[in-house]
């Protein structure tokens, strides 16, 4: 066990991630700094750095983190690692800690919604998106984990990315 790991409260698993990437966890870093990104099949769509807490101490920290437009609507993998500090050629720095997320350019956030009877994905989206230009099925789809959007069952909830 790593007893210098990051624990990563957000973004949870599953979490949708817009224009910015909230980063909260506890952890520790060579002079605190942090380095992040969103992977998908191996291609960074976004990554940076930031400097949080003090060198060797474990700590509880919060970010935020812009995400650079252009990015597909689609599964993603946030990982996040304290940077070791070592020289090049020394070395890679610590695994960083990882997270399954769904990245949806736009979204601030998601309205939840239960299924009733009746229902379609469709009529959802007119009803509780309210015009939202992220609140489209394909996005409902990927952010309610949704294999196929024509098959919703009432009680379930769905999340409205919005």
Do not use: C
Request: proline share 7%; no cysteine.
């Amino acid at each position: 066990m790593d007893i210098y790991g990051i624990s990563v409260r957000q973004p949870a698993a599953g979490d949708i991630v817009g224009d910015t990437l909230p980063i909260a966890a506890l952890g520790t870093a060579f002079e605190a700094t942090y380095v992040w990104r969103l992977v998908r099949g191996g291609h960074v769509l976004a990554d940076g750095f930031f400097t949080a807490g003090s060198m060797g101490t474990m700590q509880a920290f919060v970010t935020e983190a812009p995400v650079a437009g252009g990015v597909d609507p689609g599964p993603a993998v946030f990982e996040l690692a304290g940077d070791s500090g070592a020289d090049e050629g020394e070395g890679h720095g610590p695994e960083p800690t990882r997270v399954d997320v769904i990245v949806i350019p736009g979204a601030t956030g998601y309205i939840p919604y239960q299924v009733k009877r009746g229902d379609t994905l469709s009529a959802i989206i007119r009803e509780v998106g309210g015009g939202s230009a992220v609140a489209t099925v394909r996005n409902a789809a990927l952010a309610s984990g949704l294999r196929d959007p024509n098959r919703i069952r009432p009680g379930q909830i769905l999340r409205i990315p919005v």
